[in-house]
């Protein structure tokens, strides 16, 4: 579902990403982690389309999704591609980014109404069903501000989900959520896991990781240092910083 060859980003001088290779496959859940400014974000954001690669082969579902050899030529798809191929892509990030003027249920409901031209009644039952999917039946007419963060949280991943995406990215989707409101989303995130969606996961909790991923990659300065089965990584991480990061965060 996710191929990364020799995937690079520089920021000016700054080469935040060096030769990532990595490969999700259609189904798995991949958890990505690493110290603050990694790159793990910037990872994320490439697959998305919201930056464009310095060098490498990075393609979504066998579609490109940019190449470009070492100082070479840019290949890169069409503003109209790169639209197409990002509605089937789900993002999640640490700030819910729910819209505040809608409830809940219209938050849901805004892409494929505006997107999908489907009518508004199909979509709203499928909206219904996905917040009651992630337990949020009840509260479908309230707005942002009387959620909690887990709450709204779960309104994104329905939001998200709501474009029957084939993928699904999530940043640090729990890290900004009070410590008791955290579970509530990761068992929405679990469920989903179990359904067979395809995921990349950038999260320091270990738990999660430990029970849901197929894979574990920790990066530190903008390169994989090592990756495999999570519970291997974790019971026996083979690299000094790798010992040193989970020491931190376990
Ligand atoms: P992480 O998510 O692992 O904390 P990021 O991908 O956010 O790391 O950032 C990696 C590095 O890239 C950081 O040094 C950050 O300052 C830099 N960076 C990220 N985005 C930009 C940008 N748009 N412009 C310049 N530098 C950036
Ligand atoms: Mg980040």
Same mark, same amino acid.
């Given at each position: 579902?996710?191929?990364?060859?020799?995937?690079?980003?520089?920021?000016?001088?700054?080469?935040?990403?060096?030769?990532?290779s990595?490969?999700?496959?259609r189904?798995?859940v991949?958890?990505?982690?690493?110290?603050?400014?990694?790159?793990?974000?910037?990872?994320?954001?490439?697959?998305?389309?919201?930056?464009?690669?310095?060098?490498?082969?990075?393609?979504?579902?066998?579609?490109?999704?940019?190449?470009?050899?070492?100082g &070479?030529?840019?290949?890169?798809l069409?503003?109209?591609?790169?639209?197409?191929?990002?509605?089937d892509?789900?993002?999640?990030?640490?700030?819910f980014?729910?819209?505040?003027?809608m409830?809940?249920?219209?938050?849901?409901?805004?892409?494929?109404?505006?997107?999908?031209?489907?009518s508004? *009644?199909?979509?709203r039952?499928?909206?219904?069903?996905?917040l009651?999917?992630?337990?949020? *039946?009840?509260? *479908?007419?309230?707005?942002?501000?009387?959620?909690?963060?887990?709450?709204?949280?779960?309104?994104?991943i329905?939001?998200?989900?709501?474009?029957?995406?084939?993928?699904?990215?999530?940043?640090?989707?729990?890290?900004?959520?009070?410590?008791?409101?955290?579970?509530?989303?990761?068992?929405?995130?679990?469920?989903?896991?179990?359904s067979?969606?395809?995921?990349?996961?950038?999260?320091?909790?270990?738990?999660?990781?430990?029970?849901?991923?197929?894979?574990?990659?920790?990066?530190?300065? &903008?390169?994989?240092?090592?990756?495999?089965?999570?519970?291997?990584?974790?019971?026996?991480?083979?690299?000094?910083?790798?010992? *040193?990061f989970?020491?931190?965060?376990?």
């Amino acid at each position: 579902m996710v191929l990364a060859d020799g995937v690079s980003k520089s920021f000016g001088s700054n080469e935040v990403l060096k030769s990532i290779s990595l490969e999700v496959k259609r189904g798995e859940v991949m958890c990505l982690v690493g110290p603050s400014g990694s790159g793990k974000s910037t990872f994320l954001r490439l697959i998305n389309h919201l930056e464009i690669l310095s060098a490498g082969r990075l393609s979504v579902d066998g579609d490109l999704v940019g190449y470009r050899e070492h100082g &070479g030529k840019l290949y890169e798809l069409k503003p109209k591609e790169a639209a197409m191929q990002r509605r089937d892509i789900g993002m999640v990030f640490q700030r819910f980014n729910l819209f505040p003027h809608m409830t809940a249920l219209e938050n849901v409901m805004e892409a494929p109404i505006r997107v999908k031209g489907q009518s508004k *009644a199909e979509v709203r039952k499928r909206a219904l069903d996905l917040l009651a999917r992630v337990g949020l *039946a009840e509260r *479908a007419d309230y707005y942002p501000a009387h959620l909690s963060g887990g709450q709204q949280q779960r309104v994104a991943i329905a939001r998200a989900l709501a474009m029957d995406p084939k993928l699904m990215l999530f940043d640090e989707p729990t890290s900004a959520l009070d410590p008791e409101l955290v579970g509530e989303v990761l068992d929405v995130m679990k469920e989903l896991a179990t359904s067979g969606m395809t995921m990349i996961v950038v999260t320091h909790e270990m738990g999660f990781a430990r029970e849901v991923a197929d894979s574990l990659v920790f990066m530190d300065g &903008g390169v994989v240092v090592e990756s495999g089965d999570p519970r291997d990584v974790l019971s026996n991480p083979q690299h000094e910083r790798t010992k *040193a990061f989970l020491s931190k965060v376990l």
